[in-house]
């Protein structure tokens, strides 16, 4: 008679070399695991390999956690049964026949992202909104700074007390987002594509850093929801005086905000970030919509300096007649890499990001974490963490 788990053959590939204090602990909690490693460098172009992954190489595993590389067909990979992607999202390989022709549970890492996107978030935000380019520009050049005219336009600064963000898209980034937000103060309002009427549809039931997030949805004032033009614009409308975009990409997210949009947020001269995918935002309406808040300064003088980030934060509460967007930061672009003669390079007030928001020294052990909950799970016959749900595309 035989006791304990089957055997399992984990297959990793990752675009980094092997963790192996990660390795040498899940050897130590599931000795039944055996691991084979390859690693798999990447070109600059995002997800796309230097070289194929051998179909063989798949042929015995019954577990894989990868970033991209998958099996060719489902032929190649007849033992496999679980797959854990170290992305928060699968829309890189939703063509793929693995994601298509096979009904192999899927997993991904949501959920560890939270904490240093949210700082990224938070750096580009008080990056704008208390003239960091201005302050940098007087170190460099020794300056103490006693220009009138710029230390009035420090004066101007307005703090986040009050101030309304909306969260389009309240996963695990926009919870932690939120609860940063809520510490300072700021109103929190949150975007969902399904109604989340009742206190149990408000908790987060995916992976969570411990003391990170909003576990049970309670930072929102307001929680608005819907998959038409009609709900969004709705949600928008609510004087929302910074954006954050943090909706998975699919067919239905795909361009989901364009110059509609970005008319109705211009009642606020709302700031943008979008850490998400450059794909989610009509890029071309967005570059608009910060020139022509730009060029407004521009032709109407103003004892507050409009030619800075941010700049007449605090006057345009008051002037709704001012047009466009007073900001964005952007991690991500359409396409990636951004070509260097691309017109969001020069679009003003934009801080642009080479899609490194959710990089940092805790990624690969949080994403080992997330796959570790569910191999527990497994072994114990219960309902894995963070499933991808093939027909919603996340």
Request: proline content about 8%; some cysteine.
């Amino acid at each position: 008679m035989g006791g304990g788990p089957k055997p399992e053959h984990l297959l990793v590939i990752l675009p980094f070399s092997a963790p192996a204090a990660i390795f040498d602990r899940i050897r130590r909690n599931h000795p039944y695991i055996k691991i084979t490693f390859h690693q798999l460098l990447f070109t600059e172009t995002p997800l796309k390999p230097r070289e194929q992954v051998p179909s063989e190489i798949f042929h015995e595993a019954t577990l894989l956690v990868t970033l991209s590389a998958l099996p060719p067909s489902p032929e190649d990979c007849p033992k496999l049964e679980l797959i854990h992607f170290i992305s928060a999202g699968t829309n890189h390989v939703s063509n793929t026949p693995i994601y298509t022709d096979t009904d192999i549970p899927l997993t991904t890492s949501s959920g560890i992202h939270g904490p240093q996107i949210a700082e990224w978030v938070f750096m580009t935000m008080m990056t704008s909104s208390h003239y960091y380019s201005l302050l940098h520009r007087w170190q460099k050049k020794h300056e103490w700074g006693n220009d009138k005219a710029e230390v009035r336009l420090l004066r101007s600064v307005h703090d986040k007390v009050g101030q309304r963000l909306g969260i389009l898209g309240y996963g695990s980034i926009g919870r932690q987002v939120g609860r940063v937000a809520k510490a300072l103060g700021m109103d929190v309002i949150a975007y969902t594509a399904r109604p989340r009427k009742t206190p149990e549809s408000k908790k987060d039931h995916g992976f969570i850093v411990p003391g990170t997030g909003d576990p049970e949805g309670e930072f929102p004032s307001a929680w608005y929801s819907g998959t038409d033009k009609k709900d969004l614009q709705h949600f928008l409308a609510q004087d929302i005086d910074y954006l954050l975009i943090s909706v998975p990409l699919t067919k239905q997210t795909s361009h989901l905000l364009g110059k509609e949009e970005f008319d109705i947020l211009s009642k606020r001269n709302a700031f943008i970030i979008n850490i998400s995918r450059g794909q989610i935002i009509d890029q071309p309406a967005l570059i608009t919509a910060l020139h022509a808040y730009d060029d407004y300064h521009s032709s109407h003088p103003s004892s507050i300096d409009g030619s800075l980030p941010g700049a007449l934060e605090a006057d345009m509460k008051s002037d709704t007649s001012i047009p466009g967007l007073r900001g964005a930061a952007l991690d991500v672009t359409d396409p990636e890499p951004l070509p260097p003669d691309d017109p969001l390079w020069d679009a003003p007030n934009c801080i642009i990001a080479p899609h490194v928001s959710g990089l940092g020294s805790a990624y690969a052990d949080r994403c080992f974490q997330v796959f570790e909950i569910n191999l527990e799970r497994r072994e114990k016959g219960e309902k894995l963490i963070n499933v991808v749900d093939r027909s919603r595309g996340y």
